[in-house]
């Protein structure tokens, strides 16, 4: 079986974040980058199917050169195969995004195509929740959304959605695109060894065919916010505040 | 014409539904367009009355007889249909799973843009909608533009106030029979499997009593869960806690797990990173129990108790407790 995840590079932001003076991007100067724990788990999912069923487990991204931090970071989970979609680093837009993908991925290795592509519910920047269907639509795969639960048997996917007061199951063929949410598994901590040797793995370079387009959406700038600064009422220290949190609770919320 | 996708239960229009038809009114106004929804499901029809409140004129209820159980294809192909004999332009849904998931089915089948998550929108002169949408969780918001032919929009959680429509309408109740190709049932709901933890959800929960890593163990929640009784309300944690494995994924509060819109948060050993945060900004009020008064969820509570949760949550249970 082979399992595509589909990851994506993002600044891991601090406790508050700053814009660029331009207001078209975050100001990355002095973050780190990671990926949304939902494309984490998308990654323990592609690695875990193949060590269960066989076959290989590959991580692909778009984004630009430093983008292989991260599908590195998919390598050192044990994923076999790394793909980047090399772009300058602008933002592409979810549909085009998915034209890329599912134009990319065609082009991969053989012929033979994945059984399984494996993407996050939603990003965790822009969560458009949309490219993993997208690309599902383009290569006229069955998709499922929101997956916490996913089993493989006999070349079926069953695959369960967290809905109000249970789970919804469905049953789907492969190839299939199943877009996933943290909680689906425990992602693994890769080892020093895995690290060292993921950094001397070779990344495939694909240059786009496709095209970067705004597709109608089109972002204008980005804003920061304002949050409420107002401090908050100490109730006091300690045990000593049960009797004011008792008062709260009884005369402001109502709940007592 | 604006086409809203509606949710209900029974009949009665989910509250998430409501908020992306105060969406779908505001651009409805704003372009003079009128306003109809599209629902599936038994006992659409009686949505009628309810949805006059918030102006829509018509609501198209669709009925199939492989639509008893919920496939996204199907919906997104009904929506499609409709939209083409209505003439929609503009189709918008609430910011729900399956919402989202029908509506991304819509755009990539019409191949059009969806906006998602969207906290506002306007009508610009040259027709194009300006809207600001939610990235990173709510942390920050993206100003866009949203053209073309067909504009998708799903709604952000809790943004959108729910009000009635300064003129109720009368709406117009009528049945939609798509064409339904076979294929287009491949994705769709085998069985519900009922969950197995008791309790009330963390989504509607009044209260919610939250465990970040000071909470310090599995045990320990022990104190939080008796509170969240007391209280009538539910419990939550923090990814730190669900990472050391105190608590089930479920539990998350969070930008990858819950967003909760309680009366009232009691966050307890939480330090309040960002990602916690756009969980719980839903929440009316928030109550901050922490031994740092520095601690980010400090300054973002409305009322802070600077002390040790294991001290003072013990205590507050048992004045609950003798007051009942």
């Not at chain 1, 920061?224 to 000593?240: K, M, N, V």
């Not at chain 2, 194009?128 to 998708?152: D, M, P, Q, V």
Request: charged letters at 30%; aromatic letters at 4%; one cysteine or more.
């Amino acid at each position: 079986m082979k399992v595509l995840a589909c990851i994506k590079r993002v600044p891991n932001t601090g406790a508050k974040i700053v814009l660029t003076e331009d207001e078209q991007r975050i100001d990355t100067s002095g973050l780190g980058f990671t990926m949304s724990p939902h494309e984490e788990c998308a990654i323990e999912e592609a690695v875990a199917q193949v060590e269960t069923h066989g076959g290989s487990a590959h991580v692909l991204t778009l984004g630009p050169s430093e983008a292989d931090e991260q599908l590195r970071t998919g390598l050192a989970m044990q994923a076999d195969e790394a793909t980047l979609l090399e772009t300058d680093g602008e933002e592409w837009s979810p549909r085009a995004t998915a034209d890329a993908i599912a134009d990319g991925i065609g082009r991969l290795g053989d012929d033979e195509g994945f059984d399984l592509l494996l993407f996050g519910n939603e990003s965790a920047d822009a969560a458009n929740y949309q490219v993993g269907v997208r690309v599902a639509n383009e290569l006229g795969y069955p998709c499922v959304t929101g997956i916490k639960d996913l089993e493989i048997e006999d070349g079926t996917a069953i695959a369960k959605r967290e809905v109000s007061g249970g789970e919804e199951v469905y049953e789907l063929d492969l190839p299939a695109v199943v877009t996933v949410k943290e909680g689906l598994n425990e992602p693994r901590y890769a080892s020093m060894r895995a690290k060292m040797q993921a950094r001397r793995q070779e990344i495939e370079s694909v240059e786009p065919r496709t095209e970067s387009g705004s597709d109608g959406l089109e972002k204008v700038r980005l804003e920061a916010p304002e949050t409420d600064d107002s401090p908050a009422e100490i109730l006091g220290e300690g045990p000593e505040a049960v009797p004011r949190i008792v008062e709260i609770l009884a005369e402001e919320v109502e709940v007592v | 014409m604006i086409l809203a996708l509606v949710e209900h239960d029974g009949g009665t229009p989910e509250e998430l539904s409501l908020e992306g038809l105060a969406m779908a009114r505001k651009l409805s106004t704003a372009e003079g367009q009128p306003l109809e929804a599209v629902a599936f499901g038994d006992e659409a029809d009686a949505l009628g009355d309810e949805l006059g409140e918030y102006g829509v004129e018509t609501v198209h209820c669709v009925a199939h007889d492989r639509l008893e159980r919920y496939a996204p294809d199907a919906w997104a192909e009904s929506v499609v249909q409709l939209a083409s004999r209505r003439e929609a332009e503009t189709i918008t849904a609430p910011g729900t799973d399956r919402s989202r998931e029908v509506l991304a089915r819509v755009g990539a089948s019409l191949d059009a843009p969806l906006a998602t998550n969207c906290l506002a929108v306007d009508v610009a002169d040259d027709g194009a909608y300006e809207l600001r949408r939610n990235r990173w969780g709510g942390s920050l918001i993206e100003h866009a533009r949203l053209t073309g032919e067909h504009k998708l929009l799903t709604a952000a959680e809790h943004e959108f106030p729910i009000e009635p429509a300064a003129s109720p309408t009368e709406p117009s109740v009528s049945t939609v029979e798509p064409d339904l190709e076979d294929d287009l049932f491949t994705v769709q709901v085998d069985r519900v499997e009922s969950g197995d933890e008791e309790g009330i959800p963390l989504g509607e929960a009044r209260v919610v009593v939250g465990g970040g890593r000071g909470v310090g163990s599995a045990e320990d929640y022990d104190q939080l869960e008796e509170l969240a009784e007391l209280l009538g309300g539910t419990v939550g944690a923090s990814r730190a806690a669900v990472n050391e494995g105190w608590r089930p994924h479920d539990d998350q509060v969070g930008q990858t797990g819950a967003k909760i819109s309680p009366d009232v948060y009691i966050a307890c050993g939480i330090s309040g990173a960002v990602q916690h945060m756009v969980g719980c900004k839903g929440a009316d009020t928030l109550l901050a129990i922490n031994t740092d008064s520095e601690a980010a969820i400090v300054q973002k509570a409305d009322w802070a108790v600077i002390g040790d949760l294991h001290e003072v949550v013990p205590e507050l249970n048992e004045t609950l407790r003798d007051a009942t």
